[in-house]
C-alpha cells in the first residue's frame, strides 16, 4: 500500500485485517522510496494498491517507472483515489496504462467489500 495519507492507510489496514487476517501488508508514504525498495526486494507484492494523488511522484509516474524495471512489471497494481473512475480509467488508457482503478470507497463496509473481491 502506497499512500501519502496515514489515515487512509490506517483504515486500508483495518479493513484488510478484518478481510483476512493472514495477509501481510507492507506499507509506504513516500512512493520513490517505495519504488527503490521494490526494486531491490526479493519479497515481491501480489498486488500493490497506490495512492494517485501524492505529492512528487503521482500514481501514474509511479507506475511507469515501476515498469521500467523487469522484474517489476507483471505485478499487479491497483489505484485507489479521490477522482471519479469515470474521469481516471480514460486518463490511464490515454497514457497506455492498464491498471484496476477504483475511487476511494466511502465507508469502512465498502473498502472491506472491495478487498473480499480482490483478494
Same mark, same amino acid.
Given at each position: &500500500?502506497?499512500?501519502? =495519507?496515514? =489515515? =487512509?492507510?490506517?483504515? /486500508?489496514? !483495518?479493513?484488510? *485485517?478484518?478481510? @483476512?487476517? +493472514? ?5 509506504? %508514504? @513516500?512512493? $520513490?522510496k517505495a519504488l527503490e525498495e521494490l526494486a531491490g526486494s =526479493?519479497?515481491? #507484492?501480489?498486488?500493490? /494498491?497506490?495512492?494517485?494523488? &501524492?505529492?512528487?511522484? @503521482?500514481?501514474? +509516474? /509511479? ?7 523487469e522484474r517489476l512489471k507483471n505485478i499487479e497494481v491497483i489505484? &485507489? $483515489?479521490?477522482?471519479?473512475? +469515470?474521469? &481516471? *480509467?480514460?486518463? /490511464?488508457?490515454?497514457? @497506455?496504462?492498464?491498471? *484496476?482503478?477504483?475511487? *476511494? #470507497? $466511502? $465507508? %469502512?463496509?465498502?473498502? +472491506?467489500?472491495?478487498?473480499? !473481491?480482490?483478494?
Amino acid at each position: &500500500m502506497i499512500d501519502d =495519507d496515514i =489515515d =487512509d492507510t490506517l483504515l /486500508f489496514l !483495518e479493513a484488510l *485485517k478484518k478481510v @483476512n487476517a +493472514e495477509a501481510v501488508c507492507r506499507t509506504s %508514504m @513516500n512512493p $520513490s522510496k517505495a519504488l527503490e525498495e521494490l526494486a531491490g526486494s =526479493d519479497d515481491l #507484492p501480489d498486488i500493490l /494498491f497506490l495512492d494517485y494523488n &501524492m505529492p512528487a511522484v @503521482n500514481g501514474l +509516474e /509511479f507506475i511507469q517507472r515501476m515498469q521500467q524495471i523487469e522484474r517489476l512489471k507483471n505485478i499487479e497494481v491497483i489505484v &485507489m $483515489s479521490t477522482p471519479p473512475e +469515470e474521469v &481516471m *480509467k480514460p486518463w /490511464f488508457a490515454r497514457n @497506455n496504462t492498464a491498471v *484496476k482503478y477504483i475511487s *476511494k #470507497p $466511502s $465507508s %469502512m463496509e465498502e473498502l +472491506e467489500q472491495f478487498l473480499r !473481491e480482490q483478494l
